[in-house]
T-cell receptor, first 115, second 110 residues
Framework: AQKVTQAQTEISVVEKEDVTLDCVYE???????LFWYKQPPSGELVFLIR??????QNEISGRYSWNFQKSTSSFNFTITASQVVDSAVYFC????????????FGAGTRLTVKP | EAQVTQNPRYLITVTGKKLTVTCSQN?????MSWYRQDPGLGLRQIYY???????DKGDVPEGYKVSRKEKRNFPLILESPSPNQTSLYFC?????????FGPGTRLTVL
């Protein structure tokens, strides 16, 4: 069975601090996709990244970076120099590439960035 | 513009009054899903559909129905809503493992 664990329920930081959101996953599949979504206070889900299980390269996009480690089944997300606009709930998700509908989400981490 | 639309966006209703939340996508995707989001539980899949007239249960299907008569539409039906169905609902369509989510429907059942 597929499972995603986001152990951090809530994180609070002060603006300009770096923050890492943890994501640990479980799957028996050798091929899978991992995702991160942002849910701002307005409620919509904003796609951030999709990573194929065969691509372990870390990714950087502006202040965002992702560390994918198959050895520890983790796909952690780091925000560098956090800003108030980063305040949101962040979800990590795992999907089966052979079944578009089998997508499992973590419980989410609420990030609050204080000015 | 590629998008998934849901209506209504907000709904307050009473126990037992049947309601339908509509979902429509303009990307000609075969796969569509419904999720509910609850605090501390993330998003959980209610039902999904792999094509017209093909639907199946997700993880939390009790109390819900769906239909897929046309490729673009995938309505979620609550025949007799109860307070435990108060939640934020998302419709999604997908292809090649890229999920497109609707804006969400916040439902309150009193």
């Amino acid at each position: 069975a597929q499972k995603v664990t986001q152990a951090q329920t809530e994180i609070s930081v002060v603006e300009k601090e770096d923050v890492t959101l943890d994501c640990v996953y479980e799957t028996r599949d050798t091929t899978y996709y991992l995702f991160w979504y942002k849910q701002p206070p307005s409620g919509e889900l904003v796609f951030l990244i999709r990573r194929n299980s065969f691509d372990e390269q870390n990714e950087i996009s502006g202040r965002y970076s992702w560390n994918f480690q198959k050895s520890t089944s983790s796909f952690n997300f780091t925000i560098t120099a956090s800003q108030v606009v980063d305040s949101a709930v962040y979800f990590c998700a795992l999907s089966d590439p052979y079944n578009n509908n089998d997508m499992r989400f973590g419980a989410g981490t609420r990030l609050t960035v204080k000015p | 513009e590629a998008q998934v639309t849901q209506n209504p966006r907000y709904l307050i209703t009473v126990t037992g009054k049947k309601l339908t939340v509509t979902c429509s996508q303009n990307m000609n995707h075969e796969y569509m899903s419904w999720y509910r989001q609850d605090p501390g539980l993330g998003l959980r899949q209610i039902y999904y559909s792999m094509n017209v007239e093909v639907t199946d249960k997700g993880d939390v299907p009790e109390g819900y129905k769906v239909s897929r008569k046309e490729k673009r539409n995938f309505p979620l039906i609550l025949e007799s809503p109860s307070p435990n169905q108060t939640s934020l609902y998302f419709c999604a369509s997908s292809e090649y493992n890229e999920q497109f989510f609707g804006p969400g429907t916040r439902l309150t059942v009193l």
